[in-house]
């Protein structure tokens, strides 16, 4: 590892950066690096630009992936090798907003029934059930169940935050009886040695899942936190109170799912439903005031000289 690397990593890990970020940050500017075959500090902003152009045009890669080289690059020649040019003036690209994949609660259940493993069905269920994240999911231990208080701890969420969400007697059941079965010790879904299951496992088992139930959906673990949020939307919950279980720092985020739940667009007739007027029939509001006659202008005075 050079100098330059373990520099990065440790500016990372000073500010409390997670695992993921710190290995997406690293990738990214060893990335940008390898692509003009010299080191970083070789480097300017013309080449920052030209790269961009590459990930744009070439590579074609997604508004996500950019955007983490950006941020990526911004962090590496602010903090770890700073630079006279301006850093921030480094554009990010405009993500398209799209709408989330929902299922409905009966396609929920199709899913979760056609899930093999009991591992698998359980930890989906969990997922749908307390709306997490993949990972959230994945590092759950079993002291974060608390039974007395119904309530479910999640521990370093996104942005290192952590929160609480209600728990459901459904799902407190099925808990109880995965762990009569499976006797975990600290992560509530172990996987091989002292891990959790890896991310990898669970996402195949979810989209062998959804191949069996026949969905036409493109159904992954974090559509079934789509679904958590949009259904509890439909059940009359408050936004602010979703924000809070799904862990936003942004109420805007969270009120993006009003565009997959706001009932009166489904309420909308479409015109091609509306039925036909009668002949001669018109939408347009008649006037109560009665039409004044039409009278002709006054003849001119013959007598009287023109002017």
Request: aromatic share 6%; hydrophobic share 35%; glycine share 4%.
């Amino acid at each position: 590892m050079t100098p330059l690397r373990q520099r990065l990593i440790h500016d990372l890990q000073i500010r409390n950066r997670s695992p993921k970020t710190i290995q997406c940050y690293v990738a990214q500017v060893a990335a940008f690096a390898r692509y003009f075959g010299r080191s970083p500090e070789r480097l300017d902003q013309e080449h920052i630009r030209q790269y961009q152009l590459y990930l744009l045009h070439q590579k074609r890669a997604s508004w996500s992936v950019f955007n983490q080289t950006v941020c990526a690059l911004r962090f590496f020649y602010k903090v770890t090798l700073p630079r006279d040019w301006a850093v921030t003036h480094l554009p990010f690209g405009k993500r398209p907003r799209k709408i989330p994949c929902v299922l409905s609660r009966a396609e929920v259940r199709q899913l979760l029934s056609c899930v093999e493993r009991p591992i698998h069905r359980i930890l989906l269920t969990t997922l749908y059930a307390v709306g997490l994240r993949i990972s959230e999911g994945l590092h759950l231990q079993v002291s974060d169940i608390d039974s007395q208080r119904m309530l479910v701890h999640v521990r370093s969420g996104k942005g290192q935050k952590d929160r609480l969400v209600s728990l459901s007697p459904v799902l407190l059941e099925e808990l109880r009886a995965w762990y009569r079965i499976r006797r975990p010790q600290t992560w509530l879904f172990p996987g091989q040695g002292d891990e959790p299951i890896q991310p990898g496992t669970i996402q195949k088992a979810c989209r062998d899942a959804a191949l069996a139930a026949g969905l036409t959906k493109h159904a992954t673990p974090h559509t079934l936190r789509h679904s958590y949020a949009t259904h509890l939307l439909e059940a009359g919950l408050d936004v602010r109170t979703l924000q809070k279980l799904l862990g936003h720092s942004q109420l805007s985020t969270t009120a993006y799912y009003m565009h997959v739940t706001d009932e009166r667009l489904r309420g909308v007739v479409s015109p091609l439903d509306l039925p036909l007027e009668p002949l001669g029939g018109s939408n347009l509001p008649r006037s109560s005031a009665p039409t004044p006659p039409i009278t002709e202008p006054p003849a001119a005075d013959s007598s009287r000289p023109a002017r």
